[in-house]
């Protein structure tokens, strides 16, 4: 069956950076989209980018420009997320979830399970 | 950026009620839209994509429509576990955005 499991949560202090990886099996890793999502607390979601991991391209959402870095080792069928400066604006669940085996923009059919990241001093 | 907004940001009702929740894009989406259920600690879950179609598994009860850049999801009648947040997004442009949701609740 589809998985992806992503790693654990983590506490970081302001100005360094993290990195969320999201292990995928049950599907052909080099075959869909990977997409990364955001959700501060009692907030809604927000779309941070994606990945194609057949060949690494990356597109960013204008506001993570600089500062976000998505990568893949298909090796091992993971996909990271790497997301530096932080502040405490960046405290926020992060998912990755699957995109389409087509279109580098589509709906989501499975989500990881997220990966809490807190900022603070 | 696409702007959703999602109409209400709560709704309360009762279990077998028929309830929609609707979207309103900023510009033309075609039918690129999708719906998500949450539950409290959990990953979003994709319930209708392109508007109307339903996602494998999911209900019969949820159903989605479209009339121009105005979306909505109905469930038909209310089950006990329905009661959650629920997610639009549109994936029209490569950047997606989503409403704000709508926390469905029971009354």
């Known amino acids: 069956q589809v998985q992806l499991v992503q790693s654990g949560a983590e506490l970081k202090k302001p100005g360094a950076s993290v990195e969320v990886s999201c292990k995928a099996s049950?599907?052909?890793?080099?075959?869909?989209?990977m997409h990364w999502v955001r959700q501060a607390p009692g907030q809604g979601l927000e779309w941070m980018g994606r990945i194609n991991p057949n060949n690494g391209d990356t597109k960013y959402a204008q506001k993570f420009q600089g500062r976000v870095t998505m990568t893949r080792d298909t090796s091992i069928t993971t996909a990271y997320m790497e997301l530096s400066k932080l502040t405490s604006d960046d405290t926020a669940v992060y998912y990755c979830?699957?995109?389409?085996?087509?279109?580098?923009?589509?709906?989501?059919?499975?989500w990881g399970q997220g990966a809490l990241v807190t900022v603070s001093s | 950026d696409i702007q959703m907004t999602q109409s209400p940001s709560t709704l309360s009702a009762s279990v077998g009620d028929r309830v929609t929740i609707t979207c309103r894009a900023s510009q033309s989406i075609s039918n690129w839209l999708a719906w998500y259920q949450q539950k409290p600690g959990q990953a979003p879950n994709l319930l209708i994509y392109r508007a109307s179609s339903l996602q494998t598994g999911v209900p019969s009860r949820f159903s989605g429509s479209a009339s121009g850049t105005e979306f909505s999801l109905t469930i038909s009648s209310l089950q006990p576990d329905d009661f959650a947040m629920y997610h639009c997004q549109q994936y029209y442009s490569y950047s997606a955005t989503f409403g704000q949701g709508t926390k469905l609740e029971i009354k």
């Open positions: 049950g599907f052909s890793f080099t075959g869909y989209y």
């Open positions: 979830a699957r995109g389409d085996i087509e279109y580098s923009t589509s709906s989501y059919d499975y």
